[in-house]
């Protein structure tokens, strides 16, 4: 069965600094790979999707994500954290059965000024 | 554009007590919708997912059912309210490529 990691449960990061959260996946065959972040009491919202092509891709307010199959990994980056970027992000790949998603467990990132 | 409303939003209920959560989604035809539940720290658990109307399939054995009446609307349902019913519930719908675009959530307390 698919399944996808999040190692870690918290990060804490200061303003300005770098970000990487990591994420890893479970599935036999190519994977649909998202991350969605969740601010307090809120649904999710997508930040970027990886289907097939280049692997290194770009979502909205300045993330990225890389694809890396020989690790089974789809960690999300950003150069420089901002105050507003402190939620709880979720990593999840597509089973393409009935396209239900599993998710992660979260990783809640904390913004330090 | 495609928009997706669930309510309520907050609700507080004794254990015992029935429960209705409430989702439409406008702007598109024919969608897959969902029910997730979200626990602290456990991430997100589909509970029941949907292809079309009256076609329902549970992901897990529970206290809560789950309908589909009209074709842009999913319903979540459950007779006795038990303690560990508590948490925040998302309602989604996915298109056409497998993405999910999720409702802002519903938390309930069951007391």
């Known amino acids: 069965a698919q399944s996808v990691t999040q190692p870690d449960i918290h990060i804490t990061v200061s303003e300005g600094a770098s970000l990487e959260l990591r994420c890893n996946y479970s599935?036999?065959?190519?994977?649909?790979l998202f991350w969605y972040v969740q601010s307090p009491g809120q649904g999710l919202q997508l930040l970027l999707k990886?289907?097939?092509?280049?692997?290194l891709v770009q979502g909205i307010k300045g993330f990225e994500a890389e694809f890396k199959r020989s690790q089974s990994s789809f960690n999300l980056r950003k150069p420089s954290v901002h105050w507003s970027d402190a939620a709880e992000y979720f990593c999840?790949?597509?089973?393409?059965?009935?396209?239900?998603?599993?998710f992660g467990a979260g990783t809640i990132l904390r913004v330090k000024s | 554009s495609q928009t997706i409303h669930q309510w309520p939003a907050t609700l507080v209920q004794p254990v015992g007590s029935p429960l209705s959560l409430e989702c439409t989604v406008e702007?598109?035809?024919?969608?897959?919708l969902y029910w997730y539940r979200q626990a602290a720290g456990r991430g997100l658990q589909l509970l029941f997912y949907?292809?079309?109307?009256?076609?329902i399939s549970s992901e897990v054995p529970q206290n809560l059912s789950a309908s589909r009446p009209q074709d842009r609307q999913f319903i979540l349902s459950s007779k006795k309210l038990l303690l560990s019913d508590s948490g925040f519930y998302l309602c989604?719908?996915?298109?056409?490529?497998?993405?999910?675009?999720f409702g802002e959530g519903s938390r309930l307390t069951v007391l």
């Open positions: 989604a719908w996915s298109s056409s490529t497998g993405e999910l675009f």
């Open positions: 599935y036999g065959a190519t994977p649909y």
């Open positions: 990886y289907f097939s092509g280049d692997t």
């Open positions: 999840a790949v597509d089973t393409t059965d009935g396209n239900k998603l599993v």
């Open positions: 702007g598109t035809s024919n969608p897959n």
């Open positions: 949907s292809v079309g109307i009256g076609q």
